[in-house]
Antibody
Framework: EVQLVESGGGLVQPGGSLRLSCAAS????????MDWVRQAPGKGLEWVGR??????????EYAASVKGRFTISRDDAKNSLYLQMNSLKTEDTAVYYC?????????????WGQGTLVTVSS | QSVLTQPPSASGTPGQRVTISCSGS????????VYWYQQFPGTAPKLLIY???QRPSGVPDRFSGSKSGTSASLAISGLRSEDEADYYC???????????FGGGTKLTVL
């Protein structure tokens, strides 16, 4: 069974940093693209970025709103995806989900974690 | 302001057919596949439709998707109370080089 479990959320001051983790199980992690998607309280879904799979050289892509501040990485040996968030702003407050697409259709995000809440506030 | 435009709300009575629209541009829907997600309060989104009109296993055939030009639609037939949820369209935007979501549509079953 595919499982994605996020951790690392919490309260952080504006300008601060936080590192989120996503522990994956139930599939060959290196075969899959992995995405981060966030949702501000009461708002819609916003794509944060993604890591392509091993076959695609682990290319990383970011949304413009986080580029230069957030860094996505992965450790296939640990079946884990990470999101390093620096220079955090109040507008980064959201539930952060990691998600996985299909091998054939990476954009079909058919598995999601439960999410972890990040609150940026003084 | 989302790149993809959805109506903020939609409603219908049990048994009715409801459609939710998603309007984009030549940079996104016009050249890429559309995906639809269903989300209940406090839970993670669930993939409902992929590649414009394909249903993952387990999704009832009451749900269908279509795409024409720079717009897409999600149709729900035989509406049920358990369909009351938020629905999001999504695709890749070539200009932004990123995935984009619609603002979401809150479906109410009257």
């Amino acid at each position: 069974e595919v499982q994605l479990v996020e951790s690392g959320g919490g309260l952080v001051q504006p300008g601060g940093s936080l590192r989120l983790s996503c522990a994956a199980s139930g599939f060959t992690f290196s075969d899959y693209y992995m995405d981060w998607v966030r949702q501000a309280p009461g708002k819609g879904l916003e794509w944060v970025g993604r890591s392509k799979n091993k076959a695609k050289g682990y290319t990383i892509e970011y949304a413009a709103s986080v580029k230069g501040r957030f860094t996505i990485s992965r450790d296939d040996a640990k079946n884990s995806l990470y999101l390093q968030m620096n220079s955090l702003k109040t507008e980064d407050t959201a539930v952060y989900y990691c998600s996985r697409g299909d091998v054939e259709v990476p954009s079909a995000l058919n598995h999601w974690g439960q999410g972890t809440l990040v609150t940026v506030s003084s | 302001q989302s790149v993809l435009t959805q109506p903020p709300s939609a409603s219908g009575t049990p048994g009715q057919r409801v459609t939710i629209s998603c309007s984009g541009s030549s940079a996104n829907i016009g050249k890429n596949n559309v995906y639809w997600y269903q989300q209940f309060p406090g839970t993670a989104p669930k993939l409902l439709i992929y590649m414009n009109n394909q249903r993952p296993s387990g999704v009832p055939d009451r749900f269908s998707g279509s795409k024409s030009g720079t717009s897409a639609s999600l149709a729900i037939s035989g509406l049920r109370s358990e369909d009351e949820a938020d629905y999001y369209c999504s695709t890749w935007d070539a200009s932004l080089s990123g995935r984009v979501f619609g603002g979401g549509t809150k479906l109410t079953v009257l």
